[in-house]
């Protein structure tokens, strides 16, 4: 089972920043936090990932709280292409790599 | 540019028939993935390779097996299809078996629908 808890839907308007939260209570010290999306129909991309610090790419912010149960996703300027499933993931240190996949939060970019 | 391919994108079979769906990727990565996903749900881990001749089960590996002869290839086998095994399936590499770094690349999927 998904060690995640993800809500099911959001909106946010187009241009604004959107915040995806994740919640993982139970996470352990040596589990990174991994963010894919999927966007209608196409397969899984990859977005960011991080273990203790906030991370940023082009693509992206993550924002891990101090105590690591719970972070959050931020797309800075929304486009509409945006519009896609976000999957928070939560991957061991000393797994065998295996990506354990929930449900996800379906975000809908609005005009 | 390197990519992953994923063929046939949609193939409806018969129940009992043998099913092998093809992935293949340019990235030149040692670690590859089958998942499988059902409508509205994320995806499940079926195998996985990490290189040449090393093949792994996943969570839901029953009914289906694989094969890694070259560094290039997974192909996923249905030995018997059940209808149960409707789904769409994508297949995924990634060059490092790190977590501290472990993007995987992900092909479009193949639909397949078993009557």
């Known amino acids: 089972d998904a060690k995640t808890t993800q809500p099911p839907s959001m909106d946010c308007a187009e241009g604004r920043a959107a915040n995806l939260p994740c919640n993982h209570s139970?996470?352990?010290?040596?589990?990174?936090v991994y963010w894919y999306r999927q966007i209608h129909s196409q397969g899984p991309q990859y977005i960011i990932h991080?273990?203790?610090?906030?991370e940023t790419n082009e693509m992206a912010s993550l924002i891990i709280t101090e105590d690591r149960k719970s972070s959050t996703l931020i797309l800075p300027h929304a486009t509409l292409r945006d519009t896609a499933v976000y999957y928070c993931i939560l991957l061991p240190l000393d797994s065998n790599y295996q990506l354990i996949w929930g449900a996800g939060t379906k975000l809908i970019i609005k005009p | 540019d390197a990519e992953i391919t994923q063929s046939p994108r949609h193939k409806i079979t018969e129940t009992g028939r043998q099913v092998t769906l093809a992935c293949h990727q340019t990235?030149?990565?040692?670690?590859m993935f089958w998942y499988r996903q059902d409508l509205g749900h994320g995806l499940r881990l079926i195998h996985y390779?990490?290189?040449?001749?090393?093949?792994n089960k996943g969570e839901v590996s029953d009914g289906y097996s694989v094969s890694r002869s070259n560094t290039e290839d997974l192909p996923l086998t249905l030995e018997s299809a059940a209808s149960s095994q409707t789904s769409v399936y994508f297949c995924a590499s990634s060059a490092r078996a790190i977590s501290s770094y472990n993007e995987q690349f992900f092909g479009p999927g193949t639909r397949l629908t078993v009557l």
């Open positions: 390779s990490y290189g040449v001749q090393d093949t």
């Open positions: 139970t996470i352990s010290g040596n589990e990174y």
């Open positions: 990235w030149n990565h040692n670690n």
């Open positions: 991080g273990l203790k610090n906030n």
